[in-house]
């Protein structure tokens, strides 16, 4: 969905990484999209992703490089030069699915 912000309203977008895709690249030499740009209205298929803020300027890359992966074999990566905040904790709203409260609990209580 959308959401206002100063005005402005904002969409809701989930970047996906199709790991199917991938290997189906690499088995078969192919150039199938891998990334999939997703919103409540459409998805959008690519092999890179420009992440920019509002002013237009790009804060992070979405690569796909199966010619020339990472060392550590890594073919899909981001980039940015921006600060970044990390943690070990799982945020509710990365959970696969809209789920309430007790059955989270459950989700993560089964792993």
């Known amino acids: 969905m959308s ?3 100063g005005g402005f309203f904002i969409m809701r977008k989930v970047i996906h990484i ?3 895709h991938i290997k189906h690249n690499y088995k078969n030499k192919d150039k199938k999209p891998v990334i999939t740009i997703k919103t409540y209205k459409e998805n959008k298929y ?7 803020d509002r002013f237009g300027e790009e804060v992070a890359k979405v690569i796909y490089s199966p010619e020339k992966p990472l060392s550590c074999g890594a073919r899909v990566w981001i ?3 921006a600060d970044i905040e990390c943690s070990l904790e799982i945020p509710p ?8 409260k007790s059955s989270l609990t459950a989700y993560k209580t089964k792993k």
């Open 3 to 5: 959401k206002s912000v």
């Open 93 to 100: 709203t990365a959970c696969p699915t809209k789920k309430s």
């Open 46 to 52: 690519a092999n890179w992703v420009s992440i920019n």
């Open 18 to 20: 199709n790991q199917h």
């Open 79 to 81: 980039e940015t030069s």
